[in-house]
């Protein structure tokens, strides 16, 4: 790392946001607004998961698309809540469905999850959709994962040929978020880091691109960043000073030549991105749109 400090571009999510949010939306009246349907389940009263399915159908019927919200309490048996889900899997005039989670942990998540048809799997959680992303066949990508390439394109952040390195591989983000960016088309060659991979900031330094994804506050600092390098933070710590992010962002500004911010960054293209599965899976269901 040397040389003078450079301006570093702010990435904000809400311009990236409202683009994906403005064409769906123009997509739905083209087509006469045909019904396009999310459903989404919730157990339990959770005070965040309430808010984050809230604003998921309002950005829904926002664009045209309709809601159907199930809700369980907090001690709803398995089988209460697998009914549901079937039902939900059996109704043709469902396109999407979308458990909230986490789940109350007597439940079993992963059997829950697999009651999901890969075509209504809007959130790219199953078995049967991350085996659809290693296979580049048609299928939904996990909405954050999306949102961090649609986030990328939005600010002409080029990935062909570039070394892009993943810090994290959950199968929420850093392991699907790998597989998308190798994708044909896309062409970034991807290296994928962890908590045990040795001289961390020597490999990051050799990286057009650092995605870091372990929600460990400021863990990533100038030490990792070379100049003009792209800093893309989807890790998310709630501290005393408020939400906070994986990348020192004071550290690092002056040296990336591209930043996202935390809070205000990956996290605003995650509903975006669900309605964007959303309508695909219509599509996929036969609707035209």
Same mark, same amino acid.
Do not use: F, W
């Given at each position: 790392?040397?040389?003078?400090?450079?301006?570093?571009?702010?990435? +904000?999510?809400?311009?990236?946001?409202?683009?994906?949010?403005?064409?769906?939306?123009?997509?739905?009246?083209?087509?006469?607004?045909?019904?396009?349907?999310?459903?989404?389940?919730?157990?339990?009263?959770?005070?965040?998961?309430?808010?984050?399915? +809230?604003?998921?159908?309002?950005? @829904?019927?926002?664009?045209?698309?309709?809601?159907?919200?199930?809700?369980?309490?907090?001690? @709803?048996?398995?089988?209460?809540?697998? $009914?549901?889900?079937?039902?939900?899997?059996?109704?043709?005039?469902?396109?999407?469905?979308?458990?909230?989670?986490?789940?109350?942990?007597?439940?079993?998540?992963?059997?829950?999850?697999?009651?999901?048809?890969?075509?209504?799997?809007?959130?790219?959680?199953?078995?049967?959709?991350?085996?659809?992303?290693?296979?580049?066949?048609?299928?939904?990508?996990?909405?954050?994962?999306?949102?961090?390439?649609?986030?990328?394109?939005?600010?002409?952040?080029?990935?062909?040929?570039?070394?892009?390195?993943?810090?994290?591989?959950?199968?929420?983000?850093?392991?699907?978020?790998?597989?998308?960016? !190798?994708?044909?088309?896309?062409?970034?060659?991807?290296?994928?880091?962890?908590?045990?991979?040795?001289?961390?900031?020597?490999?990051?330094?050799?990286?057009?691109?650092?995605?870091?994804?372990?929600?460990? !506050?400021?863990?990533?600092?100038?030490?990792?960043?070379?100049?003009?390098?792209?800093?893309?933070?989807?890790?998310?710590?709630?501290?005393?000073?408020?939400?906070?992010?994986?990348? $020192?962002?004071?550290?690092?500004?002056?040296?990336?030549? !591209?930043?996202?911010?935390?809070?205000?960054?990956?996290?605003?293209?995650?509903? +975006?991105?669900?309605?964007?599965?959303?309508?695909?899976? !219509?599509?996929?269901?036969?609707?035209?749109?």
């Amino acid at each position: 790392m040397s040389g003078a400090p450079i301006s570093t571009l702010v990435l +904000a999510g809400a311009p990236a946001r409202d683009g994906i949010l403005q064409t769906l939306s123009g997509r739905m009246r083209a087509a006469g607004t045909p019904h396009v349907s999310l459903a989404t389940v919730l157990v339990g009263d959770d005070a965040p998961s309430r808010k984050y399915v +809230a604003s998921k159908h309002k950005t @829904a019927q926002s664009i045209g698309i309709q809601s159907v919200q199930v809700e369980l309490p907090a001690t @709803a048996t398995q089988n209460e809540v697998e $009914d549901r889900v079937r039902h939900l899997a059996r109704d043709k005039s469902v396109h999407g469905i979308l458990v909230q989670m986490p789940l109350p942990s007597h439940l079993d998540t992963e059997a829950v999850l697999r009651l999901i048809p890969a075509e209504k799997d809007v959130d790219g959680l199953t078995e049967a959709s991350m085996g659809r992303l290693m296979r580049d066949a048609p299928g939904h990508v996990g909405c954050t994962p999306l949102g961090v390439l649609r986030l990328l394109q939005h600010y002409g952040i080029a990935t062909s040929g570039k070394h892009v390195v993943v810090i994290g591989r959950s199968t929420l983000v850093g392991l699907p978020l790998s597989v998308l960016l !190798a994708r044909k088309g896309i062409d970034a060659t991807v290296t994928l880091a962890h908590s045990r991979t040795t001289r961390l900031e020597e490999l990051c330094r050799s990286a057009d691109i650092v995605v870091s994804a372990t929600g460990i !506050a400021h863990s990533i600092t100038a030490a990792h960043i070379s100049m003009g390098a792209t800093c893309i933070d989807v890790g998310i710590s709630r501290t005393e000073a408020g939400i906070v992010g994986d990348i $020192d962002a004071d550290s690092v500004t002056g040296i990336a030549g !591209a930043l996202t911010p935390m809070p205000g960054g990956t996290g605003i293209m995650t509903v +975006a991105c669900l309605m964007e599965n959303t309508i695909n899976a !219509a599509v996929m269901q036969g609707v035209q749109l």
